[in-house]
């Protein structure tokens, strides 16, 4: 039941491109994603709604693919800020959000 | 607050003894959420409420684990007669609506020895 991240882990330099993706094998109405850093609280990045509405970051975009039931986080021009473990929450339509496997990502200098 | 919160921040205790794990979500907020994360680990869902009712509760390992929000407002984590296993990041989250974004607190850090 838990959305699968892919990759588990990447590595970058500063100005790389990285995508995340988020594969959910139930049906989405929503899907967040987030972004921790070590020792911090997940912090809120994008929402992607059922029907193309997305709202969020201004540095980062994603696509929501409804019948592949699946989400891809682009991040453009990396920063070291950049740094951290990204989810995704999906959700059925319902209150209810279960994250993913997580993606560990180091962006170095 | 400005923010969710939540306390203590951490917690060590002995096994078998029970532990309260309290979450004061953002002012308005209706859904509240918790979540645990082991070391390295992902978010696990334990359970949500919507106002003072937990519709879902699939997420919590097991009976020894309860959880009631009271007011619409604050909530409580109980985990009775830990268990070593037990040990992990307990984080609350807060959102206003359904499909909205989810405020986390910092979380509690239980250590059970």
């Known amino acids: 039941q838990q959305p699968v991240q892919s990759p588990q882990a990447v590595i970058l330099r500063e100005g790389e491109d990285a995508v995340i993706n988020c594969s959910s094998s139930?049906?989405?109405?929503?899907v967040h994603w987030y972004r921790q850093k070590h020792g911090e609280a997940p912090v809120f990045l994008m929402i992607?709604?059922?029907?193309?509405e997305q709202k969020g970051h201004e540095k980062i975009s994603a696509s929501f693919n409804e019948k592949k039931q699946q989400s891809s986080l682009y991040l453009t021009a990396s920063q070291l800020s950049y740094s951290g473990t990204y989810f995704c929450g999906t959700s059925p339509g319902t209150y209810k959000y279960i994250f993913g496997t997580g993606t560990r990502l180091k962006v170095l200098a | 607050g400005a923010g969710v919160s939540q306390s203590p921040s951490n917690k060590v205790t002995e096994k078998g003894k029970d532990v309260e794990l309290r979450c004061d979500p953002i002012s308005g907020h209706t859904a509240l959420y918790w979540y645990r994360q082991s070391l390295g680990q992902g978010l696990e869902f334990l359970i949500y409420?919507?106002?003072?009712?937990?519709?879902?509760k699939s997420g919590l390992p097991s009976d020894r684990f309860s959880a009631e929000r009271t007011g619409g407002s604050v909530s409580t984590l109980t985990i009775q007669r830990t268990q070593q296993e037990d040990s992990a990041v307990y984080l609350c989250a807060s959102s206003s609506d359904r499909g909205e974004k989810l405020f986390f607190g910092s979380g509690t850090q239980l250590s059970v020895l």
């Open positions: 992607l709604l059922k029907g193309g």
């Open positions: 409420f919507q106002g003072n009712s937990a519709p879902d």
């Open positions: 139930k049906a989405l109405y929503s």
